[in-house]
Nanobody
Framework: QVQLVESGGDLVQPGGSLRLSCGAS????????IAWFRQVPGKEREGVSC??????????PDSVKGRFTISRAVTRNTQTVYLQMNNLKPDDTAVYYC???????????????????WGRGTQVTVSS
């Protein structure tokens, strides 16, 4: 059974930083395209960033380029995909989800509908 679990969301002041983590069971994170999406109430889920199986990285909204960094850490016992978020702005407030694509689709997409596995999300609130 595949399970993705996000963590690291919090309330932070504008200009602050957070690092989100996505852990998985039943799914090797270095063998799939892993993406971060975010969603606010009343809006569609928005692609934020993605790392493909080969390590190709994409940032989708111009608003996060230069502020957000996606990375993947694989050790013998753990595999985690991170989203480092710096200089956070109130518009970054959302529930952040990590998602994975099932084989044979190892490349990234910013369309949420093509992702097969999802975590439950972690809330990020940027407010003074």
């Amino acid at each position: 059974q595949v399970q993705l679990v996000e963590s690291g969301g919090d309330l932070v002041q504008p200009g602050g930083s957070l690092r989100l983590s996505c852990g998985a069971s039943g799914l090797p994170l270095d063998a799939h395209a892993i993406a971060w999406f975010r969603q606010v109430p009343g809006k569609e889920r928005e692609g934020v960033s993605c790392i493909s199986r080969s390590g190709h990285i994409i940032y989708y909204p111009d608003s996060v380029k230069g502020r957000f960094t996606i990375s993947r850490a694989v050790t013998r016992n753990t595999q985690t995909v991170y989203l480092q978020m710096n200089n956070l702005k109130p518009d970054d407030t959302a529930v952040y989800y990590c998602a994975a694509r099932a084989p044979p689709y190892y490349y990234c997409s910013n369309y949420s509908t093509v992702y097969d596995y999802w975590g439950r999300g972690t809330q990020v609130t940027v407010s003074s």
